[in-house]
């Protein structure tokens, strides 16, 4: 069996897109307290981009979650592996995650801050699959919205692997 990796969003439409958000983040967060909360791991690559093209004041923190128990489904059961280094209250938290796919993920971490009574919780997120959504969540900053397939790259993996391939793909097997 072989693998191939079919192009689905190239590194210059990513960059584009990271920039327009970035800018309107900037727009949006001034004279705010904005903390960006990085979902690791699979965020790390966008977040990275998303930081340098913000050009206000800003924190950033690292989530580390576990959301699938054994395939590629979510199990709905999010557990933290690795909690923030400080408190969020009062401030602008902006979730960074890769993709909102079933949705359980942003959901749990949305209701998990509300706890610890930041100013404001928004999601940024790289990709949105709504053909899976199992619970509504709201995304504020969206990349790109895709169809239902399984992508890697740009921080994404597959099995832990591909996480830095410069563009999104899919992984297709013949
Ligand atoms: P959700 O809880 O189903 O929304 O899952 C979110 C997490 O599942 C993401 O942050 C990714 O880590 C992972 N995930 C979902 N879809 C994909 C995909 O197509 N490729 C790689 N990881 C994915
Ligand atoms: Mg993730």
């Known amino acids: 069996m072989s ?5 689905m969003l190239t590194a210059e439409a990513i960059a584009e897109r990271v ?9 949006e967060y001034k004279e ?6 990085v979902v690791l791991k699979g965020s790390f690559v966008f977040a990275s981009d998303l930081c340098r093209a913000i050009d206000l004041p ?5 989530l580390g979650v576990r959301s ?5 489904e979510s199990s709905g059961v999010v557990q933290i592996t690795n909690d923030l280094s400080r408190p969020i209250a009062g401030e602008d938290v902006l979730i960074v995650e890769d993709i909102v796919d079933t949705g359980l ?16 919780v928004k999601v940024a997120a790289l990709l949105h699959k709504p053909a899976r959504a199992r619970v509504v969540v709201k995304v504020d900053y969206l990349g790109f919205t895709i169809e239902d397939k399984f992508v890697v790259g740009y921080g994404l993996d597959f099995a832990e692997q591909y996480r830095n391939l410069p563009y999104i793909g899919v992984v297709e097997r013949s």
């Open 19 to 27: 920039k327009a958000l970035g800018a309107l983040i900037t727009e």
């Open 68 to 72: 699938y128990g054994e395939g590629t």
């Open 105 to 120: 993920t942003i959901a749990h971490l949305m209701d998990l801050f509300r706890t610890r009574h930041p100013r404001s």
């Open 3 to 7: 693998e191939r990796l079919v192009t």
């Open 32 to 37: 705010q307290r904005l903390v960006l909360v």
């Open 58 to 62: 800003l924190r950033i923190d690292f």
